[in-house]
T-cell receptor, first 112, second 116 residues
Framework: GDSVTQMEGPVTLSEEAFLTINCTYT??????LFWYVQYPGEGLQLLLK???ADDKGSNKGFEATYRKETTSFHLEKGSVQVSDSAVYFCALEAGNNRKLIWGLGTSLAVNP | GAVVSQHPSRVICKSGTSVKIECRSLDFQATTMFWYRQFPKQSLMLMAT?????????EQGVEKDKFLINHASLTLSTLTVTSAHPEDSSFYIC????????????FGPGTRLTVT
C-alpha cells in the first residue's frame, strides 16, 4: 500500500543553518505530495504542496520538489529561524478520496 | 486561511464514561471531515471519513460502535468516544475539506483526551 517515510528527528540546528528533512514515498499512480507543519500548541497547517512530477512547492522560505524518479519530496530551507521550530509532516494523497497518508513527523528545534 | 475549531481542547474523564468532541468549520462549509488519532512520537492515524448527511466510513481496525461519528451539518462533526478506557487516551484531531480543486484540508487544533 501507499506509504511515506520521513527522516527521524529530533533535528537541532543553529539559527541561519541550512535545513533538509528527507521524505520518500511509495504509491501507485500519481499522488499529490504535501508538507504540513505543527507549531507548539497549534493545529496542523499546510506548508506547501506539489501535485505533479517536477513541481516545486514553496512557502515561507521552504521548498520541496516532487521527484518522481527518486520518489522523494525533501523539504529544504536555506536559513532557518528560531520561529521555524515545529514538527514537520510529509504526506501524500492518492486517489480522489482526499485521504492523507502521513510520515511520522520530524521535530525541528532551532537555537538562537 | 479557513479556520477549524475543536472543543474541548482537553478533557479528562473516568473509565466507562463517554466523551463527545466537536469539530467545527468556522468560515466555510465542509463537505467532508476526517478524524485522526495521534499517538506520542507517531504519525497521524486516520480513523474515519465523515460526509455530511451520510454514515461515516471507518478505517480498518477502528471500532465504529466505540467511536461514534455524526456529521449533521456542513459545519459540524462530532466524535463520541463511548465507554472510554485508558487505552483510548490520545490526541484526537479533525480536519475539514471544503471541496473543489484546492486540495487543502484544514485542521483543528486537536483534543487531548485522558481517561483515568
Amino acid at each position: 500500500g501507499d506509504s511515506v517515510t520521513q527522516m527521524e528527528g529530533p533535528v537541532t540546528l543553529s539559527e541561519e543553518a541550512f535545513l533538509t528533512i528527507n521524505c520518500t514515498y511509495t504509491a501507485t499512480g500519481y499522488p499529490s505530495l504535501f508538507w504540513y507543519v505543527q507549531y507548539p500548541g497549534e493545529g496542523l497547517q499546510l506548508l506547501l504542496k506539489a501535485t505533479k512530477a517536477d513541481d516545486k512547492g514553496s512557502n515561507k522560505g521552504f521548498e520541496a520538489t516532487y521527484r518522481k524518479e527518486t520518489t522523494s519530496f525533501h523539504l529544504e530551507k536555506g536559513s532557518v529561524q528560531v520561529s521555524d521550530s515545529a514538527v514537520y509532516f510529509c504526506a501524500l494523497e492518492a486517489g480522489n478520496n482526499r485521504k492523507l497518508i502521513w510520515g511520522l513527523g520530524t521535530s525541528l528545534a532551532v537555537n538562537p | 486561511g479557513a479556520v477549524v475549531s475543536q472543543h474541548p481542547s482537553r478533557v479528562i474523564c473516568k473509565s466507562g464514561t463517554s466523551v463527545k468532541i466537536e469539530c467545527r468549520s468556522l468560515d466555510f462549509q465542509a463537505t467532508t471531515m476526517f478524524w485522526y488519532r495521534q499517538f506520542p512520537k507517531q504519525s497521524l492515524m486516520l480513523m474515519a471519513t465523515s460526509n455530511e448527511g451520510s454514515k461515516a466510513t471507518y478505517e480498518q481496525g477502528v471500532e465504529k460502535d466505540k467511536f461514534l461519528i455524526n456529521h449533521a451539518s456542513l459545519t459540524l462533526s462530532t466524535l463520541t468516544v463511548t465507554s472510554a478506557h485508558p487505552e483510548d487516551s490520545s490526541f484526537y484531531i479533525c480536519s475539514a475539506y471544503s471541496g473543489g480543486a484546492k486540495y487543502e484540508q484544514y485542521f483543528g487544533p486537536g483534543t487531548r483526551l485522558t481517561v483515568t
